[in-house]
T-cell receptor
Framework: DQQVKQNSPSLSVQEGRISILNCDYT??????FLWYKKYPAEGPTFLIS?????DKNEDGRFTVFLNKSAKHLSLHIVPSQPGDSAVYFC?????????????FGKGTLLTVNP | EAGVTQFPSHSVIEKGQTVTLRCDPI?????LYWYRRVMGKEIKFLLH????????ESGMPNNRFLAERTGGTYSTLKVQPAELEDSGVYFC?????????????FGSGTRLTVV
């Protein structure tokens, strides 16, 4: 029973274009969401997060959008760079992020082609 | 500052054998977490330590898994006896504060293969 779903196993984008990674969740208790980036043979690295009281959070080239009514969030990367090629995991937490436990999706492999 | 260190990076063992994974968290981080990713699946929570105390081990698959954190520093995760379905990448993470909002620091993981 997956509570966080990333339905696209992979995504391929040209350098300079926008990458959009999607994530859906089913648990209404989730109110804090994070994106992690993972390179091969490395652990996940925290990228950006958003609280359910917001609908958008931006950090440089990375923007996360949250649609609570649809239980959907997305990560936009603009412009995409070859170094962005990695697996991106969506994760969710309850209790405003004060809960330590993260529930992850299966990940989306992003490939940015030069 | 040194990151979260895990070893071994890879381990191949036969079904029925015992394996012990080790995690050294970032110095001063009281919170330590174990997660596991089975191939192609999501990363799943296993357990959480605060210092030497287990706060939550609800994600531990069964009693073949034993985690310890003696002295509140490094942690070990022992699998005994190992089964084929235990194969996967075991990640350790640590944080100073027990809030997901801060984003944990993960180690590079231990890839366990049970044959």
């Amino acid at each position: 029973d997956q509570q966080v779903k990333q339905n696209s196993p992979s995504l391929s984008v040209q350098e300079g274009r926008i990458s959009i990674l999607n994530c859906d969740y089913t648990n209404s208790m989730f109110d804090y969401f994070l994106w992690y980036k993972k390179y091969p043979a490395e652990g996940p690295t925290f990228l950006i997060s958003i609280s359910s009281i917001k609908d958008k959070n931006e950090d440089g080239r990375f923007t996360v959008f949250l649609n609570k009514s649809a239980k959907h969030l997305s990560l936009h990367i603009v412009p995409s760079q070859p170094g962005d090629s990695a697996v991106y995991f969506c994760a969710a937490s309850a209790s405003g992020g004060s809960n330590y436990k993260l529930t992850f999706g299966k990940g989306t492999l992003l490939t940015v082609n030069p | 500052e040194a990151g979260v260190t895990q070893f071994p990076s890879h381990s191949v063992i036969e079904k029925g054998q015992t394996v012990t994974l080790r995690c050294d968290p970032i110095s001063g981080h009281d919170n330590l977490y174990w997660y596991r990713r089975v191939m192609g699946k999501e990363i799943k929570f296993l357990l959480h330590f605060v210092k030497e105390s287990k706060q939550d081990e609800s994600g531990m698959p069964n009693n073949r898994f034993l985690a310890e954190r003696t002295g509140g520093t490094y942690s070990t995760l022992k699998v005994q006896p190992a089964e084929l379905e235990d194969s996967g990448v075991y990640f350790c993470a640590s944080s100073q504060d027990r809030q997901a909002v801060l984003g944990y620091t993960f180690g590079s993981g231990t890839r366990l293969t049970v044959v």
